[in-house]
């Protein structure tokens, strides 16, 4: 999420067009800070630990197409 003035953004997209396009409430995922984040884990932890693998809890949220981003970075579920 970032702010440019008092707009809040997800992925370039205001929050306020967010949920006149889609109504509230909402949950907004933006996958290209997924991917992020799970590159940033796995180098940080791979830089002293070669095997680490992870693991994402399906149970915290079982969305198939979140499960299927981090599938697809390398983590088990």
Do not use: C
Not at 10 to 20: H, M, P, Q, T
Not at 51 to 75: C, H, M, Q, R, W
Request: proline share 3%; charged share 20%; glycine share 10%.
């Amino acid at each position: 999420m970032t702010k440019q003035g008092t707009t809040l953004n997800i992925g370039g997209i205001s929050v306020a067009e967010l949920a006149k396009r889609y109504g509230t409430p909402l949950y907004v995922y933006h996958e290209g800070r997924i991917r992020e984040n799970v590159r940033r884990l796995f180098a940080a932890f791979r830089s002293r630990y070669q095997n680490f693998d992870l693991f994402y809890a399906i149970k915290a949220n079982s969305n198939p197409a979140i499960a299927a981003i981090l599938v697809s970075e390398g983590t088990g579920v």
